[in-house]
Each structure stands twice: as structure tokens, then as C-alpha cells.
């Protein structure tokens, strides 16, 4: 940078800007840059803290980003993206009001309802990325609850009322066989006065989407990054780290901040993550990487299965171990996690919901591999579906290849441009048939894709071997891929909150999957063949159906949606992160990671949010510009730039191309970008 403006003020082609860092160190260049960027207003103006922590006989100094000052001044910056909508009182207190149905026994409900419409609802994730050297470096970030609407969820957000899905067909929707605990928090016999929903509140609950969508800078905001020396130093370096977090969201929840002049509140709803980061964080006693082999011992952190009297495998609605759902801590109560501090639930047992389970972790990078790998197993060795011809090679890995050259042209049929090459045994980690329980190495959008294809696959094994004495195997099959399917096409195609028949449908895709699983595991090892593994990732899927009957069960007449804890758009953001964090010296990583978060994302705050746009529509016409914005002076002015005007969903419109763009529903400005200058030699 400072090269390339010594030669551009060498040819008098500079302004200011471009004469300051002219000016810079070579030796010290990215340091006066971010001097710079500060100056000009070219990054996010949020101050870097200090946390000094002992470290044997050294005083580390880590760097991190508060919540309370990044929450602040991204919300005087960008109000409407913050919380999605011009209205934040509005937008707080519908959520509140609709999350009291899911969770009622939290500790932000002791305040009264004029204090809830200024409580932002807050979402805390953390995971290891890959930085230098192949070595872990900890990513912590914190995120808002409110996402973009995408095309997808249009229709969802345009419906007459909130009850009513036109992706969902109406039926009767009735509770589970699942039997609700004695102890159950979610119980509520009657819905305090102020926290009833009104009209207004489901027609402010329809306009609410997950953050599933869009860059992940727009919705997900860096707090510290722990390069590898500063890891390698200790777990105790992350630990008081993470201290300092929480004692910040604990200030946020007591004592709020002052935004624009207005008081607001911070309540932590979840902390995301997958099972991993989550036991080491909270201390977990119980946790799946303590699956006993030998004697059963408890390893959910939710529940007490895994116990002799409580299998984990039981996947029906009068499973033993939800009787002890949230009624004991799965942590040492004299060393609790760093994380404990924030206010959450005050009832026993209770604490342990903050931990919250994605969709991603738990079937796309967890029970969906072993779907798609059992399946792709079964149905090569157990029907030999993918033999074509008598004299066809009978060797796992040439039938794995003519799958794989099924599975391609299905892929280039559909669309679907996979990041997998090939079927081979490591790819289903299977060495020789009966060896090992199988499951792919596949990306969670490759995973989607293995179980649309294996749709067409059982339907067509169906069709070849009607009478086969195992056929009601490929059925079942058949109904757990398609209903994995249907389920995340259901999830993603409604908003933030389930109406309670659209939860009854998401419930019912779910037991499909868990007990077809589960029929299919029993099946196979009656046969002697080695697939459908009972994992812990059946059992957390089935936590998700549990919570899901039990709000059904209780009354609630909406229920927010799994998608609010997923962690797909998080990998985004922590890939994005661990790839600035490679391009660092090792010792300033953890504060060149933030100052450079901080400038991509005032660059991003700059950009036009074209997201909402299905088809960007190019305007021409004077007379139809002036129907458009109901502005002949904005339309005249467009015209005469030249610009094109494509516009999204509501009354908002974007300028695209020319120069500075902005999304302002009614009030477009544009900035021309002016001709660049050429010299004549």
C-alpha cells in the first residue's frame, strides 16, 4: 500500500489520503495503516481492551474486542441491520415475548416488560480454526439473533397470518408420545399479561430470520483471536479470556449501555459451538467424548443417558432419560466454566441449556455422514445395486466408483457442483466390508447432496428388487434420506419462529429420521453387516425432537426455530478469520486479526445489501422510474447518471454500479464515481 501511494503521488494522481500513507514506514507499514484507516474513517471505531494474564513467571498481554463498546457502535452505525428492522423496541420485545414460549424459566423474564423492548438478545460462539503452520487458533465471536430475508423466505414472510404456512400442508397437529418430566422448566399454566402476543407482535415475528444467510461479517463480530503460541502457552490463557467476556456480558445484563442516548440491555440466549468446544469450555463431566466402551456411564451434558438405566440408543417418545433432562449440572459445581457468570437460568439443572446444539454439527457433519455412508455401503454390498452386468468387478472400491459416476451425473443434472472427487474406502472409512461402521468425509452442502441422490438410488433399487427379503430395508432408507431432506428444506424455507403446526411438521421429519435410524441399526445387526452406527449424534438428533414434542406438549403456539443455533454461516466467519490470522506475524496475530476485522466489516456497512434480490431488474424507462419510487426528482436524477436500479423486497431500492451504494427504503442517494484521470506521456 505504501508503494503503490508513493507512485500514485509520484504521478500527482493523490489526494490527501493517498499523501498520508505516501508518508508511512515501509517497516513498519501495517501499523501507520491502521493509524490511518482510523483517521480516515476507514474502519470500525471500536477500541481495542487489554487483558494481562500471568502466564509462568510472564505477563501476557492479549488483545479482544468488548462486547458492550463493539455492540455500541455497530448499532449507532447500522441500526437496521443490527436488529433487522427500524423499530429495535418493537423488534426486542416481539422476541422476548415469542421466546418466552421456548424457554420460559429465563432470568431475563424477572424484568418488567418496559425493560425487555430495550434487551438485545445475544448469541456467543467460539471454535478452533486452522492458523500458521497448520497449528489451532481459538476464534471467539459474539452475534445478534436477527438475520437477512432471503428469496426463500419471502413467501413465509408474506402470509396472511402467522398460523398459516404456505410451505406446510395444513393438518391437525398433535403432540408426541414424548412424556414431559415433572421437573420440566418449559411448563406454563398461564402467560403473564405482558408477555401475551398480540396482532402486532406476529406481524413483527413474521418479518424475523435466522442469520443464515449473507456475509458472515454482516452478522457475526470478532471478540478475541488466540493465535498458537498464545495457546501453546496454556489452557489457563483462553480461560481469563474468556473471564473477561463474561464479566462484560454480565455489566451488559445489569447495567446495559447507553446507545444514541437510549438504554439497552444485553441477555445471552445460547452459546454455540460444537460438542468439543463446549466440553472444554464448560468443564463437562458428561460429555460424548466420555462414551464408555467398557461400562455405561453418562455422556450427554443435557441428560443423564448413557447411564445402565438410561441407554442413549432409546430414540422413542418413553425414553428413560428424559425424566433427567437439565436436573443436574454436567460440571463440577466447586470448578465451574468461565462461562458460568453470564445470567441465564437460576433453576437446577437449567444452566446447561446455554449450551446449545446446531443442526450443523449434529447431522450435517454428524448423523447425515453416517446416513449417507451406510446407505452408499448398503446398497453396494448388500443389494449390489451398482452391478450393471454379470461379469462387473465385485471389489468395494470399482462398485464405490460406479456409485461415485452415478452420483456425478446426478449432480451435473440437478446443478450440483460437489467439493467431493470420488468414492473411495477412505472416503467412507471403511478398509473392507464388515471392518468398520462407515461414514463419508463429506462437507456438510456435499452431505445434502449424497442424501437427495440417495432418494433416486433407493427408489430405483425399489423398482429392481421388489422381492428382495430385505426390501423393507431400502424403504426405510428411502424415508430417512427423504425426510432429511424435506426437513432442512422445511427449516430454511420459514423464518426465525415455527408456528406450532410448522413445528409439528419439523417433528414429525425428525422421528421419521431418528427412529428409521434406529430401525435400520437393529436391522443390519441382526444381519451381521456393519452399518448404521449408534452414535451420540443420534442421540443429540433426538434432543432436538424431545424439545421440539415437549413445547408441543406445554402449549406453546410458536417455538424458535433450530436454524437460530446453527453454526453454518459461524464456519464461514471462522474460516474467513483463520485465514487473516495465517497472513500475520505470529505475535501480533491476535491484534492485526481484529483491526483488520474491523476495517472489512466498515467496508462491508458501505456496500448495498442486495441479498433480498431474487432477479435484479434493470429500469430504464423515465415513466416507469417515476412509478417505481413515486419520486420524479430521485428518477431524474438516476436517469441522468446513467445508473441501473434494481430493487429488492418492501419499498427498498438499490443503486447498482456507478459509485457509492446505498439501500435507504424511500430516500436513494447515489455518489457518482468520477472518470479516472490518464496522463499523456
Known amino acids: 500500500m505504501v508503494r503503490i501511494s508513493k507512485a500514485a503521488n509520484d504521478e500527482s494522481c493523490g489526494g490527501d489520503a493517498i499523501q498520508d500513507a505516501s508518508s508511512l514506514s515501509i517497516q513498519d507499514a501495517e501499523k501507520g495503516a491502521h493509524r490511518l484507516f482510523k483517521i480516515w474513517g476507514l474502519a470500525l471505531d471500536v477500541p481495542v481492551s487489554w ?15 468488548k462486547v458492550s463498546a463493539y455492540l455500541q457502535k455497530f448499532v449507532s452505525s447500522c441500526k437496521n441491520l443490527a436488529f433487522a428492522s427500524d423499530n429495535p423496541q418493537r423488534r426486542c420485545l416481539s422476541f422476548w415475548k415469542g421466546y418466552f414460549q421456548s424457554h420460559p424459566s429465563h432470568q431475563v423474564f424477572a424484568r418488567p416488560v418496559e425493560q425487555l423492548a430495550k434487551t438485545i438478545p445475544l448469541c456467543m460462539r467460539g471454535d478452533e ?7 489451532p487458533v481459538s476464534i471467539v465471536s459474539w452475534q445478534t439473533v436477527w438475520g437477512l430475508q432471503t428469496p426463500k423466505m419471502t413467501q413465509f414472510s408474506q402470509r396472511d397470518s402467522f398460523q398459516s404456512c404456505p410451505t406446510c400442508p395444513p393438518s391437525p397437529c398433535r403432540a408426541g408420545d414424548t412424556v414431559v418430566p415433572e421437573a420440566w422448566p418449559g411448563k406454563f399454566s398461564t402467560v403473564p399479561a405482558g408477555l401475551s402476543l398480540t396482532e402486532d407482535d406476529y406481524t413483527d415475528l413474521k418479518q424475523q430470520f435466522p442469520t443464515t444467510a449473507g456475509h458472515s461479517f454482516l452478522t457475526r463480530h470478532l471478540t478475541l483471536v488466540l493465535p498458537t503460541y498464545l495457546v501453546s502457552k496454556g489452557p489457563h490463557v483462553l480461560e481469563a479470556m474468556m473471564e473477561a467476556v463474561a464479566e462484560d456480558l454480565l455489566d451488559l445484563f445489569h447495567n446495559g449501555v447507553f446507545i444514541e442516548g437510549a438504554k439497552f440491555w444485553v441477555a445471552v440466549i445460547g452459546l454455540k459451538g460444537d460438542a468439543k468446544w463446549h466440553a472444554s469450555q464448560g468443564k463437562f463431566i458428561r460429555s460424548h467424548a466420555r462414551l464408555g466402551s467398557v461400562s455405561n456411564i453418562p455422556m450427554c451434558p443435557s441428560c443423564l443417558a448413557g447411564h445402565e438405566d438410561h441407554p442413549f440408543e432409546d430414540v422413542t417418545g418413553r425414553a428413560t432419560w428424559i425424566s433427567t433432562m437439565f436436573t443436574s449440572d454436567p460440571w463440577d459445581a466447586a470448578a465451574p466454566g468461565p462461562m458460568e457468570r453470564i445470567p441465564f437460568d437460576s433453576t437446577a439443572g437449567m444452566a446447561a441449556m446455554k449450551y446449545r446444539k446446531d443442526p450443523l454439527h449434529v447431522f450435517k457433519l454428524g448423523l447425515g455422514r453416517d446416513v449417507c455412508g451406510s446407505s452408499i455401503l448398503m446398497l453396494s454390498q448388500m443389494f449390489m445395486h451398482f452391478d450393471y452386468e454379470a461379469g462387473d468387478s465385485k471389489a468395494l472400491e ?24 470420488g468414492f473411495t474406502k477412505d472416503f467412507v472409512h471403511v478398509t473392507h466390508v464388515h471392518a468398520s461402521y462407515p461414514w ?37 432408507g428411502r424415508q430417512v434420506c427423504a425426510h432429511s431432506v424435506s426437513l432442512f428444506q422445511r427449516l ?3 423464518g426465525l419462529w415455527l408456528p406450532r403446526h410448522c413445528v409439528g411438521k419439523v417433528r414429525d421429519d425428525m422421528t421419521v429420521v431418528a427412529r428409521g435410524y434406529s430401525f435400520l441399526a437393529t436391522a443390519c445387526l441382526r444381519q451381521g453387516f456393519a452399518a448404521w452406527a449408534l452414535k451420540s449424534t443420534l442421540h443429540s438428533f433426538h434432543h432436538f425432537l424431545v424439545e421440539l414434542d415437549l413445547g408441543l406438549k406445554c402449549g406453546a403456539q410458536l417455538l424458535i426455530s433450530p436454524l437460530a443455533f446453527d453454526c453454518s454461516q459461524c464456519e464461514d466467519f471462522i474460516g474467513r478469520t483463520a485465514r487473516v490470522a495465517r497472513s500475520t506475524h505470529s505475535k501480533t496475530t491476535a491484534l492485526r486479526c481484529l483491526q483488520r476485522h474491523l476495517v472489512k466489516t466498515k467496508l462491508l456497512l458501505r456496500k448495498p445489501l442486495k441479498l433480498s434480490l431474487k432477479r435484479k431488474k434493470q429500469v430504464s424507462d423515465l415513466a416507469a422510474l417515476k412509478a417505481w419510487l413515486g419520486d420524479a426528482g430521485s428518477a431524474r ?9 434494481v430493487r429488492g423486497s418492501g419499498d427498498t431500492v438499490f443503486w447498482v454500479g456507478g459509485g457509492f451504494s446505498a439501500n435507504l427504503p424511500g430516500n436513494i442517494c447515489h455518489e457518482p464515481r468520477p472518470k479516472p484521470q490518464t496522463s499523456h506521456t
Not at 464405490?400 to 451435473?412: I, V
Open 492 to 494: 430454511y424455507s420459514h
Open 637 to 645: 436524477a438516476a436517469a441522468k447518471c446513467g445508473q441501473r436500479l
Open 398 to 421: 470399482n462398485r464405490l466408483r460406479r456409485a461415485h459416476g452415478r452420483f456425478a451425473m446426478f449432480a451435473s443434472a440437478n446443478g450440483i457442483s460437489p467439493h467431493l472427487r
Open 129 to 135: 480454526g486452522t492458523g500458521s503452520k497448520k497449528q
Open 51 to 65: 487483558v494481562q494474564v500471568p502466564s509462568k513467571g510472564e505477563l501476557l498481554k492479549v488483545p479482544f474486542l
Open 440 to 476: 463419508t468425509n463429506s462437507k456438510a452442502s456435499d452431505t445434502m447432496a449424497l442424501l437427495r441422490w440417495l432418494c433416486l438410488e433407493y427408489s430405483c433399487a425399489l423398482k429392481e428388487s421388489p422381492g428382495h427379503p430385505c426390501a423393507d430395508l431400502l424403504k426405510v
